[in-house]
């Protein structure tokens, strides 16, 4: 993809950013983390940080990368030559390795249940069942190692064909059909026996369950669920024209990951409660409780099947933008490079995800600080390393980049005058960096030594 290459429309714009910023975020570990830190107190402050934080940074990512019409590293260094910011570049390159490192992982469990959907071996079971098949292909190495293996080979060899061949055409299909595909597996977890129970805990915030933790996690997944604080949009809005509306387009997408994250939830909490699942099961609640429900269905194997494939094709969107940062950053433009690029980069990506696929098996007691290699490489990504980097994308953007640039940004394709602008560079500026620094200062507990 280089850098004269251009979205061909709004819409495969739309659709592509969309497709990076749900995936997994939004439909398998939003449900997972919700379920982990409370419920309805964890949506209400994944909500306000994702409306007053994320979306701030996410217009920002595309103030920057639009109107620099470079990789995630030049960006910084074109509206600060001779200067460290290009750093925050290279910190988003990082962070988007490790992540899919393990996100590929969980790419490939999806991969495995299509097969075995397709072989019949997750119908008919005893709902308490499905906890021990889930665990039982998860732990086999050959099983984890092969299935991460496929699920990176798709992913390389779509981004290799760059931006209008194949993310662009691909999303096109992949995000309108996932929508309905949610909406047909809602109406079945609704109707189930005894959900008003995993509604009121989905839905209703009992603030007894609020601590720094919940906090953390909700800041966490707010900036995983729209793919921010790793420059991932920076790379994106290059290749979008001056015509295009960023600030229509940034609500936009934050809308449809909110959408998408509250379906996910209607759909998952109902069934977990139903069924007598523990909502705190971590990582492999969606897995577990998706067949369950797909077997009270008339031809549930059959709308598993679909979902699955419709999973999985949101799943690889947000797998295309996390190569793309890393693959666009290293040719710069040179498009005689990116196929050898992305093949030496994504089996890199998947040689060190190796250890996150056998966290469930070979790996299990193989623990730091506490936590797997799964589970490090996903607190690390999630709650460190994104945070820092919207922290920075908003001190580089509310210090650094000139104003004139910015309003002219925001300004192109849309009229909204100094008044928006002037909210949201206040916001950018100030708000979104003291949230930010407050909720890791509450984390470590300095904050309440303090107040105290």
């Given at each position: 993809?280089?850098?004269?290459?251009?979205?061909?429309?709004?819409?495969?714009?739309?659709?592509?950013?969309?497709?990076?910023?749900?995936?997994?975020?939004?439909?398998?570990?939003?449900?997972?983390?919700a379920g982990m830190s409370g419920g309805g107190v964890f949506l209400l402050i994944f909500l306000i940080f994702t409306l007053f934080i994320g979306l701030p940074i996410l217009l920002a990512e595309f103030v920057i990368g639009r109107g620099s019409q470079k990789d995630a590293v030049s960006a910084y260094s074109f509206f600060a030559p001779g200067s460290n910011w290009h750093l925050i570049g290279i910190l988003g390159m990082i962070t988007c390795f490790i992540l899919l490192s393990f996100?590929?992982?969980?790419?490939?469990?999806?991969?495995?249940?299509?097969?075995?959907?397709?072989?019949?071996?997750?119908?008919?079971?005893?709902?308490?069942?499905?906890?021990?098949?889930?665990?039982?292909?998860?732990?086999?190495?050959?099983?984890?190692?092969?299935?991460?293996?496929?699920?990176?080979?798709?992913?390389?060899?779509?981004?290799?064909?760059?931006?209008?061949?194949?993310?662009?055409?691909?999303?096109?299909?992949?995000?309108?059909?996932?929508?309905?595909?949610?909406?047909?597996?809602?109406?079945?977890?609704?109707?189930?026996?005894?959900?008003?129970?995993?509604?009121?805990?989905?839905?209703?915030?009992?603030?007894?369950?609020?601590?720094?933790?919940?906090?953390?996690?909700?800041?966490?997944q707010s900036f995983f669920s729209i793919s921010v604080g790793v420059s991932v949009m920076v790379t994106y809005s290059s290749y979008l024209s001056k015509q295009e509306n960023l600030p229509k387009s940034a609500l936009t997408i934050v809308l449809m990951n909110i959408f998408i994250s509250i379906l996910a939830g209607l759909a998952i909490f109902p069934a977990v409660f139903a069924f007598g699942f523990e909502p705190a099961d971590g990582p492999g609640l969606l897995f577990v409780v998706l067949p369950a429900v797909f077997d009270q269905?008339?031809?549930?194997?059959?709308?598993?099947?679909?979902?699955?494939l419709l999973f999985l094709f949101a799943t690889l969107t947000s797998a295309f933008s996390m190569l793309e940062i890393i693959v666009a950053a290293i040719t710069k433009g040179d498009n005689n490079r990116r196929t050898n690029v992305t093949w030496t980069t994504g089996l890199l990506i998947f040689i060190v995800g190796i250890p996150a696929a056998l966290s469930?098996?070979?790996?299990?007691?193989?623990t730091l600080f506490d936590k797997t290699m799964f589970d490090l490489s996903d607190y690390l990504v999630s709650n460190i390393l994104?945070?820092?980097?919207?922290?920075?994308?908003?001190?580089?953007?509310?210090?650094?980049?000139?104003?004139?640039?910015?309003?002219?940004?925001?300004?192109?394709g849309s009229n909204y005058?100094?008044?928006?602008?002037a909210t949201w560079y206040l916001v950018i500026k100030y708000v979104v960096p003291i949230a930010i620094i407050i909720v890791f200062l509450d984390v470590i507990g300095v904050l309440d030594w303090i107040l105290n």
């Open positions: 993809m280089n850098q004269q290459e251009q979205w061909t429309s709004k819409l495969g714009f739309i659709l592509a950013t969309a497709g990076s910023a749900i995936g997994l975020g939004a439909i398998w570990k939003f449900p997972y983390i996100y590929s992982v969980v790419g490939g469990w999806i991969l495995l249940y299509i097969g075995e959907t397709f072989a019949g071996n997750l119908s008919n079971l005893p709902e308490q069942a499905y906890g021990d098949v889930f665990n039982s292909f998860i732990s086999n190495p050959y099983y984890a190692i092969l299935s991460q293996l496929a699920f990176m080979l798709i992913t390389i060899w779509v981004v290799a064909r760059g931006v209008q061949q194949g993310i662009e055409r691909a999303s096109k299909i992949m995000m309108p059909a996932l929508f309905v595909a949610f909406i047909i597996l809602i109406i079945r977890s609704l109707t189930l026996d005894n959900v008003t129970e995993g509604l009121h805990f989905f839905l209703y915030p009992d603030f007894a369950n609020l601590n720094s933790k919940t906090i953390l996690f909700a800041l966490g269905m008339p031809f549930g194997a059959f709308f598993l099947v679909i979902f699955l469930a098996g070979m790996m299990s007691d193989f994104m945070p820092i980097g919207a922290l920075m994308i908003a001190l580089f953007v509310g210090f650094k980049m000139p104003q004139s640039v910015l309003i002219d940004e925001i300004n192109s005058g100094r008044k928006l602008f």
